[in-house]
């Protein structure tokens, strides 16, 4: 029995799709859009996440030592760094590689490189470049290499200077800007989410509203309102499944026009990329949100006409 | 086989629907209800249906006091109850062969019984050509005979017909009498609310006579009297 009416349920939930064929139309249409920017939040999460990622990789703090800094200390200091929880790599760079680093950049200013041969000796000192797990953590990196666990051996310094507090300002004005635009960026488009899931509860809402009558007809000759439900909400289903494969459809050609655009921009990632490399992700929360907002919204609007 | 004990029903703003009424159906009967409009006799059939709810008293349907009844049990009183109604109350997406099957599906037959009893009771209703058309593509008549068809697929024990032949000119009128006369002799009570003179004269069966809610007449062999 419950199969017989489970089969009738979804055959009557199919049939009316297709007879009300404007309104499922119309219905299909407005869950795109909501779909749409559903998906478009999850694009704009991506971007900026992969952003601070970028930038944040791009922070680091950099140790030049003096330039009678014995190299064990250094590679002893190295060693002290990389046990720190907070360190995520040191990248060593001797004196000989700075030079040599020094004239690469330089190869085409002949009076620098002349200047340079002047000097008797190599005026660089080595450095260590430090990577931390998390930004917040430069900050106390920093001062553990302020701190007497730096000094070489006979206690005298061997660092010449840490450039973290040089760019720490620029360093934190960057983060909480991109804290900040990535908060508004999201709140904005759960704003239209929220508004646009509210327009297709009402599309349904309406939708349903003409089948009043009919409703009532039903009830009459007695059938139970899960039967008298089923159907309906079986049609606000399938407007969440079809809406949201057309959604994904369109994002095909979107991303990848958006794509080299977006790559460019932000210097993060390509969207093409990122929506081919996560689509059977894109496909769930699309396909899915859209099927479960479709079946909810049908299920509350049927629920008004049964409970009289 | 049907009871109103003392049924009285008053609005909320204190308008009387009906009053004090109690009568009897017995199995088979054919019962024509009649009275100027507003006198109650739609209200007398929406208490059998659970429409409406007494103020006063109470409605039994074999013993069985229909408005203490849950929900479910509702909807399975309305299945043993045939229902044709004025304004015909057709499902407008559905064809006539899925109005029909409807009304089986919701009674829990499988499918091989409604692909045997549709066809039958297109047939016994002259509409087996109209079996594929919309409700909008049918005449009032059709339309009044499809929802007949309906009411009588399930073999209920009661038609419940509300001034059935209101919206129909006298032929149908005449066909559709006809037809409510025929289930009759085959065993189905019919309740018939109506204020068309025509048909309680040509009917000579019992009438009850209604105004202002209450019954003024109970004829064995009535005829239209106002």
Redesign the interface.
Known sequence: ?LW?NTK?ILKAGFV?FW??GFVSFASVVVMVITLFVIGFVVFVGAILGSSLEQLQDKVDVNVYFLTDAPEEEIIALKGDLETLPEVARVEYVSREQALENFRARHENDELTLQALDELSENPLGATLNIKAKETSQYESIARFLESDNALGLQDQPIIDRVNYFQNKAAIDRLSKIIDAAGTLGLVISLVFAVVSIIIVFSTIRLAIYTAK??I??????????T?IRGPFVVEGIMYGVIAGVITLIIFYPLTLWLGPVTAGFFGSINLFDYYLANFGQFFLVIVVAGAALGALSSYLAVRRYLRI | MIYYDNVSKVYADRSVALQDITFTIEPSEFLSVVGHSGAGKTTLLKML?V?ETPTEGSVFFESTDIHSLS??LV?????R?G?VFQDF?????KTAYENIA??M????R??TDIAADVPHALELVDLEEKAWSFPDELSGGEKQRLAIA?AIVNQPDIILADEPTGNLDPINTFDVVQILKRINDLGTTVLLTTHNKGVIDTLGKRVITMEKGKIVRDDKEGRYIL
């Open positions: 029995m017989i009738r009316n007879r009300n009558e009919e009532g007809v039903m009830r009459l000759v007695g059938a139970s309102n039967y | 249906l429409e929900k479910r909807s399975e009183l309305r299945r109850i229902t109350k057709l499902l407008p997406h409807f009304a599906e919701v009674a829990g499988d499918d309906r």
